[in-house]
């Protein structure tokens, strides 16, 4: 039996999760992903990482201090070398998360689950509880029956996972057999949890896609509800956001750990970026060469100094945008002032995917925060957030 144990060098500051795009191909073909290619593309394949790459990469990752792997995509499970990067992950001493819509998940891959646990639950999304539903929702016929043999084989082994959903109009009547889930399968290790409100493809490389995730995306006071379907989880939650996350942040951009290393992600053909959403030139770091072809976009390129620790440079890069400062008039008049900004979900990621620049307000997130903000009697109906100065007075005390 194989003995996995760490050997990752001590890091001064423990680094979380990093994330390894393996690949942006996807078996599904679901309206409100902003990031999947067709799974047959064989120029995106041709153009991916080989196996040795990404292995160099988590090699770097571990030794930076890095203690967790989240392998995702497209969907990870397309990448015939899976298993390999995976045992690599494992033997480092990573932890390995893996997003995953379950479809490939065949029994050889379930026994090396079982043998070889990944450390962390296995996270697969849901696209419908029957046949129709989730065939429409993922546009790939026999994608359900494929599914459910993948939960099956985990199932059976013990193997721990977790499940998700993203609300469609295929499936939105689907919610309490969802939280149920299927008979004779205990999938709710922790409660399920939903996407509402998907982002927009942040290569910005396709404009009717980005049209049908808009159309799909659930409207604010219809988030409220399916969010107050479990009070209970969520009465904690605003009593956190409200002794701690509410206030103005003024004109900075970076309020997370983006410029820290703490949300580090790297695309499936080698380019660093700040976190998985932000994509933008000028933000990325080519890991392997000086260029390389992203998408639609061609990546920043930068003259690797040293070889042999490129991601540690990509990380100090990154470190130069944590001051970056907002000029648009219309971010510093509204979000710049809002005590709601730390609730928001308006970042230079999401502002970058909607308009391409960093500080434009996202209409959609604004009026998200704000209709929340009236639902929990924060506001009056045609309040904002920017023009209220004694903000603190409508916030009750924790408890109450």
Not at 69 to 77: A, K, M, N, R, S
Not at 87 to 114: E, K, M, Q, S, Y
């Amino acid at each position: 039996m194989t003995t996995y144990v760490h050997y990752r060098q001590q890091s001064s500051v423990p680094l979380p999760s990093i994330t390894v795009e393996l690949t942006e191909r996807c078996n599904n073909d679901c309206l409100h992903c902003c990031i999947n290619l067709p799974a047959g593309d064989s120029e995106a394949r041709r153009r991916e990482l080989n196996t040795a790459q990404v292995q160099e990469i988590l090699r770097q990752a571990a030794d930076l201090g890095y203690g967790q792997v989240h392998l995702t995509g497209g969907e990870p499970l397309l990448r015939l070398d899976f298993e390999a990067i995976y045992l690599f992950a494992r033997r480092l001493g990573l932890d390995v998360l893996l997003f995953t819509n379950g479809r490939l998940i065949t029994t050889h891959l379930a026994d090396l689950f079982a043998h070889i646990p990944p450390r962390v639950p296995i996270e697969i999304t849901v696209y419908g509880m029957h046949a129709e539903s989730y065939d429409a929702a993922t546009r790939a016929p026999g994608a359900f029956a494929q599914f459910m043999r993948g939960v099956q084989r985990l199932w059976e082994r013990k193997v721990p996972f977790v499940v998700k959903s993203a609300v469609l109009p295929s499936n939105r009547d689907e919610m309490d057999e969802f939280e149920a889930g299927p008979p004779g399968i205990p999938w709710k290790v922790t409660k399920p949890t939903y996407s509402l409100n998907f982002d927009l493809r942040s290569r910005r490389d396709n404009s009717e896609r980005n049209r049908q995730i808009v159309a799909v995306r659930t409207p604010p006071r219809e988030s409220i509800a399916i969010v107050m379907r479990d009070a209970t989880r969520f009465h904690p939650w605003t009593e956190t956001l409200a002794t701690k996350k509410l206030h103005p942040f003024g004109d900075r951009l970076f309020r997370c750990g983006a410029c820290e290393g703490k949300t580090t992600c790297v695309d499936a053909y080698g380019v660093a970026q700040p976190c998985i959403s932000l994509r933008a030139p000028g933000m990325t770091y080519a890991l392997f060469g000086e260029s390389v072809e992203t998408g639609h976009q061609e990546a920043t390129a930068q003259k690797i100094a040293n070889p042999t620790a490129p991601l540690k440079l990509a990380i100090e890069h990154f470190t130069q945008f944590g001051e970056l400062r907002a000029s648009n008039p219309e971010y510093l008049r509204r979000c710049a002032r809002c005590f709601l900004k730390g609730i928001c979900e308006q970042c230079p990621a999401k502002a970058w995917a909607e308009h391409g620049s960093f500080d434009t307000p996202v209409e959609y997130l604004c009026e998200m925060t704000h209709t929340w903000a009236r639902h929990l009697g924060w506001l009056n109906e045609k309040e904002h957030g920017w023009e209220i100065s004694g903000w603190q007075g409508r916030i009750p005390p924790v408890g109450q």
